[in-house]
């Protein structure tokens, strides 16, 4: 199996106290992988540190065999909702627009292809008949399904995801995981962080549980155990019908 | 009304008018980015900040010389803008009161160092104290050209750019995902807003000239939902004032240009904010009703 | 008492009544809404030269401070309307200042209110403006303003101490427990707008805006705590007043100017020096951690 992505020697600090260290890890080509742990673990810190987004300590980020900076156009992200201004002038197509942005160049405007294409982005999230709303007027879901349609024009091979289940309506949720076996099944890799431990096993055929240092990553039949959780969690974590959920100590 | 007619068949007069049109639409364009990036406070500080650099520019060169003036004013503009970034990086203090910091102690070296040509130095120094609140009616053509030229270039480069400031300033983190250099086009954004103070501060004055960066954007914004018509629009409504500021401060004796293009920046901001389409007061209440 | 008595009380008082007041705003967040203030005060003052036709101290503190208050307002008004906040301050206060400015023009040459004098004051003038009562001179107009606007501060900061600080800590708490927060707000807003009427015959209104913002900022960097940070922002306003004056006489400059340059020079000096949070001093322990680690490292 090929590597989409690994990780060597990962370390990144904020104001001398270490955020991510030592972390390695290798992700297999075309599955796809939650990013799993207690709040602070430094799960967004990762995602932006391999994207170069943040400066890093130390560490070697390598995409399809080569560094990263060599193959950042197989690359698509989807940052937090939170991350963005949504008062901002401007519309869902055209926030859809802005992901050919990198394969239109600098200076150029989009052309009819381009915008065609964002037509069809938004109709797979089913967001066609909101292309012309403006951005605020978007329920979080419907942004959220936005921002996924950018992903899609990325046209990329790897992708990651930033919590993007975080406050959506089950619709949403639905219409994301639809898309997350779509690329799997055409051989794209995506990485997501995910906080909802009951849904993990249903979502993603492989786990990277984070706690400042990763500690265990791999298919999440192997890896998604109650030992393990305990052991990024630091705390009991119980059964509660198919999935574990967390129960907080003191 | 003769009196207008002939002021407007004026040929100062006309260039004058033309550099007022240029220089509103230039700053109402780029203020919508500055606006949306939430830093009209900053282009104010490092308006105030550039009086100053003009005093250092005559007191190293010992002319007046406006190119000479402007440079000085861009060096002291620029230092201010990395002053409030370090200040707020390297310590406690939060972004307003680094402004305030930054603002008030630039502005007072400016002060320090007019009363200091004024005493100190011989030869023609009248015309310094204009940069204040800026004097349209003392400006001569190659003052005009000066502005003409910078505004038309500002504009020229945002609208190059303006795809890639938009998405740097929507989603910088996405932005950087895909390869875009974010830093360099803030720094560009930057280099426009010391731009637009520095050919600007001659006709509006150090203390008023961010008002074209803020009113014209933040009324035009009550219009449209696009960054692409806002900011258009807001290059048009600093144009009207500008205009229009200009016209009303010729026709009378001592009448400062500056604070009045900034007033009729403000009463286009008041009508909008009372009848803009997108959601102006009136218009809110309209709609439920 | 001297010429030169006259004129350092009058900046030290400047610097003690804004410092004491800014200290709060730096706190507050509000460094901005204080410049903002401290520029459109100069429409109240002149509105209330039109309704009064004279520059009497009384009228143009209640004038400033209906402008003051006014200006805060229109802010909070903007802010709540859904423009942002840096941008609702700078579209109120160019518009407020702008106004009064080109109102100063139509006032006659006569009369001595002028732009430059709003924007740099004239302290030099200070001493020879005396209050007169039944033709006895009692010292210097505006130190019995400034001295008044002082003691009036002193007292609501003493008398409210303890609301301010938990209205300015957590406001959510401070409602929740029936502190009067918004009565709060706008007192506050209320003594910057006196602060700087007051100050604003003798120093204008860019010191005044030093004053108010760079004392309480630098004392922010020396201390943590509430109470010892209005004092330190006072002491660092009259220290202000004094060198700046000491530098004017040196160089024949601005006396307001210099002043606002001391400022400037004091903050400085914390932004390096400060004990906790200076520049040195974070160095120094920078160097420490990574010597410590060294020696972790090759133990």
């Known amino acids: 199996m090929t590597h989409a992505l690994q990780i060597q020697n990962l370390a990144v600090t904020y104001e001398k106290q270490p955020v991510l260290e030592g972390v390695n890890f290798n992700i297999p080509e075309g599955t796809l992988t939650g990013i799993i742990g207690p709040n602070g673990a430094g799960k967004s810190t990762l995602i932006k540190a391999i994207l170069h987004l943040i400066p890093r300590l130390s560490g070697d980020v390598t995409v399809y065999g080569k560094p990263y900076k060599k193959q950042r156009s197989l690359i698509g992200y989807v940052p937090q909702r939170s991350e963005v201004d949504w008062d901002f002038p401007t519309n869902a197509l055209d926030v859809v627009l802005m992901g050919r942005y990198g394969h239109i160049g600098w200076i150029k405007r989009p052309g009819k292809k381009e915008v065609n294409f964002a037509y069809e982005c938004l109709d797979k999230v089913g967001m066609k008949d909101f292309a012309h709303r403006q951005i605020s007027q978007l329920s979080g879901g419907q942004q959220q399904r936005v921002f996924l349609a950018r992903a899609l024009a990325q046209d990329s091979q790897i992708y990651f995801m930033d919590e993007p289940f975080a406050g959506v309506d089950a619709a949403t949720e639905k219409a994301i995981m639809k898309l997350l076996q779509e690329w799997k099944q055409q051989g794209k890799t995506v990485l997501v962080v995910h906080h909802d431990l009951q849904t993990v096993r249903d979502y993603f055929d492989h786990c990277l549980l984070l706690n400042k240092t990763p500690i265990e990553c791999g298919p999440t039949e192997t890896v998604f155990t109650l030992n393990n959780l305990e052991k990024t969690y630091g705390g009991a974590i119980s059964f509660l019908g198919n999935g574990p959920a967390l129960v907080q100590e003191g | 009304m003769e009196n207008m007619l002939e002021l407007l068949t004026n040929a100062n007069t006309q260039w004058v008018l033309l550099g007022a049109l240029i220089l509103g639409f230039a700053s109402g364009l780029i203020g919508s980015f500055v606006l949306l990036k939430k830093q009209s406070l900053i282009g104010d500080a490092m308006a105030h900040a550039t009086l100053p650099g003009v005093c250092m520019a005559y007191l190293i060169f010992g002319v007046k010389s406006i190119p000479l003036f402007l440079l000085g004013a861009a060096c002291t503009g620029l230092l201010a803008t990395y002053f409030i970034q370090a200040i707020v990086k390297h310590s406690r203090i939060k972004t307003d009161a680094s402004i305030g910091v930054v603002l008030s102690v630039f502005f007072g070296l400016g002060i320090v160092l007019l009363t200091y040509i004024s005493k100190n130095t011989t030869g023609d120094k009248s015309g310094l104290d204009d940069f204040i609140f800026g004097q349209a009616a003392a400006m ?147 709609k439920q009703a | 008492m001297s010429y030169d008595a006259w004129i350092i009380l009058t900046g030290c008082l400047v610097g003690i009544t804004c410092g004491m007041t800014g200290a709060l705003l730096i706190l507050r967040k509000m460094a901005m809404l204080a410049d903002a203030i401290s520029h459109t005060v100069l429409l109240g003052i002149v509105l209330a030269f039109f309704v009064t036709q004279s520059l009497n101290g009384l009228p143009m503190l209640i004038g400033a401070a209906i402008v003051g208050v006014l200006t805060a307002v229109m802010v909070q008004a903007l802010d709540s309307s859904g423009v942002q906040s840096d941008a609702a301050i700078g579209v109120v206060f160019t518009s407020l200042f702008a106004l009064g400015v080109v109102l100063i023009s139509f006032v006659g040459d006569s009369v001595h209110l002028d732009v430059n004098h709003a924007l740099m004051g004239e302290i030099a003038f200070i001493p020879w403006d005396t209050l007169m009562i039944n033709g006895v001179s009692y010292g210097p107009t505006a130190v019995w303003m400034l001295g008044g606007v002082f003691l009036l501060n002193l007292l609501l900061i003493l008398v409210f101490y303890k609301e301010i600080k938990i209205s300015t800590f957590d406001s959510a708490m401070a409602i929740s427990i029936g502190v009067p927060v918004v009565f709060i707000h706008y007192m506050l807003m209320t003594m910057v707008s006196f602060s700087t009427v007051a100050s604003f015959d003798s120093v204008g209104a860019i010191l005044v805006v030093a004053m108010l913002i760079v004392p309480g900022a630098t004392a922010y960097l020396l201390t943590d705590g509430f109470g010892m940070m209005i004092i330190l922002s006072a002491a660092i306003g009259a220290l202000s007043s004094l060198l700046g004056y000491g530098m004017s006489i040196v160089f024949d400059v601005s006396i307001s100017g210099s002043m606002a340059v001391s400022t400037g020079i004091l903050f400085a000096a914390a932004f390096m020096l400060s004990p906790k949070h200076g520049m040195v001093a974070k160095w120094i322990r920078r160097k420490k951690m990574q010597q410590e680690q060294e020696q972790k490292a090759s133990a």
């Open chain 2, 140 to 286: 001569v053509k190659g003052d005009i050209q000066v502005i003409a030229v910078g505004s038309l270039l500002i504009i020229l480069i945002s609208s190059l750019f303006f795809k890639e400031l938009k998405i740097s300033i929507f989603d910088p983190l996405f932005a950087k995902g895909i390869g875009l250099p974010v830093g360099l086009f803030n720094g560009i954004l930057m280099g426009l807003v010391v731009g637009i103070v520095v050919v600007g501060i001659q006709m509006v004055g150090v203390v008023l000239i961010a008002a074209l960066l803020i009113t014209p954007p933040l009324a035009a914004r009550y219009w449209t939902d696009q960054l692409g018509h806002m900011s258009f629009l807001s290059g048009i409504i600093g144009a009207i004032s500008g205009v229009v500021g200009t016209l009303i401060s010729t026709t009378g004796e001592g009448l400062p240009t500056g604070p009045l293009i900034v007033l009729c920046a403000s009463a286009i901001f008041l009508i909008s904010l009372l009848l803009g389409t997108r959601k102006g007061l009136i218009t809110k209440v309209v």
